[in-house]
């Protein structure tokens, strides 16, 4: 019997520290490297901070989570990602940087993410595209 209770109290220890080191994931820039090489937005928004900073060829603003959700939303169906290639990677005032070519059915994009610790965790505060030769 109390071999039963030890295995019990243990599996359910087990249990709450995997619960709650799951709800404190940190992200990193390699989540959003993969997010970015599938072209999948609902994807990409769940490393978004609260406002993120997005930069395109013909629009640049700072967007709440799901705004900036739907506008990659748009960018990744307009354009269709065929492939994205890591350039430089890197840390910088307490974050994360990558920057890559992004390659499209409609063109080719150099692309600087961004990410940032907020709090507990690493999140994705600025995306910009720029056409590539500009």
Do not use: W
Request: net charge positive; charged share 25%; aromatic share 10%.
């Amino acid at each position: 019997m109390k071999n039963v209770l030890r295995c019990t109290f243990l599996i359910l220890l087990s249990a709450i520290t995997f619960s709650f080191t799951r709800s404190n994931i940190d992200y990193s820039i390699d989540d959003v490297v993969t997010a970015m090489k599938s072209g999948d937005a609902s994807v990409l928004s769940r490393y978004f901070d609260n406002m993120v900073e997005i930069s395109m060829p013909d629009k640049s603003s700072s967007y709440s989570r799901s705004q900036a959700e739907l506008i990659m939303r748009d960018f990744f169906n307009s354009n269709g990602v065929k492939k994205f290639d890591v350039v430089h990677k890197g840390d910088s005032n307490g974050g994360q940087y990558c920057i890559g070519n992004l390659s499209t059915r409609n063109g080719d994009f150099r692309t600087v993410i961004y990410m940032k610790i907020r709090g507990e965790k690493q999140v994705l505060q600025e995306l910009r595209f720029e056409n590539k030769g500009q």
